[in-house]
């Protein structure tokens, strides 16, 4: 148990709705990074939140965001979606910014979109 | 943009053999980490090397860290059908605000057959 929850564990709707992922980052970590694996793309870095600040970007699109609370719990919005959103998605969270950037991952949200 | 190559990208092996995975890139890294994922699960942290030249052993698992940065490599010895899975790479991005944010390789997806 990496200490990084994650809910729902799977998550079932159709296309054009929108969900919410949630995560509880270990406890000290500040911050927390989401991801998303489908088979033919690997893990895509989606987003990076420090201490309730925006750190980083990759390739999250348009109609997806994200935010951290102030009790450092994350929630990752995904909205229009389309058949090609559905993958796993994992938050993981560290204590950056000190190194060595150690990330630790939750279990995942399978995200089936039909 | 700092990339990292692993190869192979798939292995399939019978147990009792000894293998290695390969992480590189063109980029020095201040430190480089090793996750294992099981499917459908998160990535599992296994270990970080941070040291030029470094070796760290977990068990029947070898790593280590080039004498450059660049590169790192994963040993199995004797592999067990309980190694299978898909063995990731990653180290974190150098300067800006980013920190923490780490740089995954595209996996190596390791079979051990009984």
């Known amino acids: 148990d990496s200490g990084v929850t994650q809910t729902p564990k799977h998550l079932i709707t159709a296309t054009g709705q929108r969900v919410t992922l949630r995560c509880s980052p270990r406890?000290?970590?500040?911050?927390v990074y989401w991801y998303q694996q489908s088979l033919d793309q690997g893990l895509q870095f989606l987003i990076q939140y420090y201490n309730g600040e925006e750190r980083a970007k990759g390739n999250i699109l348009e109609r997806f965001s994200a935010q951290q609370f102030p009790d450092l719990h994350s929630e990752l919005n995904l909205s229009s979606l389309e058949l090609g959103d559905s993958a796993l998605y994992f938050c993981?969270?560290?204590?950056?910014?000190?190194?060595?950037?150690?990330?630790?991952f939750g279990p995942g949200t399978r995200l089936t979109v039909t | 943009t700092q990339l990292l190559e692993q190869s192979p990208q798939f292995l399939s092996i019978q147990e009792g053999e000894n293998l290695t995975v390969y992480c590189n890139s063109s980029?020095?890294?201040?430190?480089l980490q090793w996750y294992r994922q099981e499917p459908g699960e998160g990535p599992v942290l296994l270990v970080t090397?941070?040291?030029?030249?470094e070796v760290k052993k977990l068990k029947r698992l070898t790593f280590q860290f080039g004498d450059a940065r660049k590169d790192s490599s994963l040993h199995i010895t004797a592999a067990q059908p309980g190694d299978t899975g898909l063995y990731l790479c990653a180290g974190p991005n150098a300067g800006g605000t980013s920190y923490g944010k780490l740089t995954f390789g595209q996996g190596t997806i390791l079979t051990v057959h009984p």
């Open positions: 090397v941070v040291t030029g030249g």
């Open positions: 406890s000290g970590d500040l911050s």
């Open positions: 980029s020095v890294f201040s430190s």
């Open positions: 993981a969270s560290s204590v950056a910014p000190a190194g060595p950037y150690e990330q630790y």
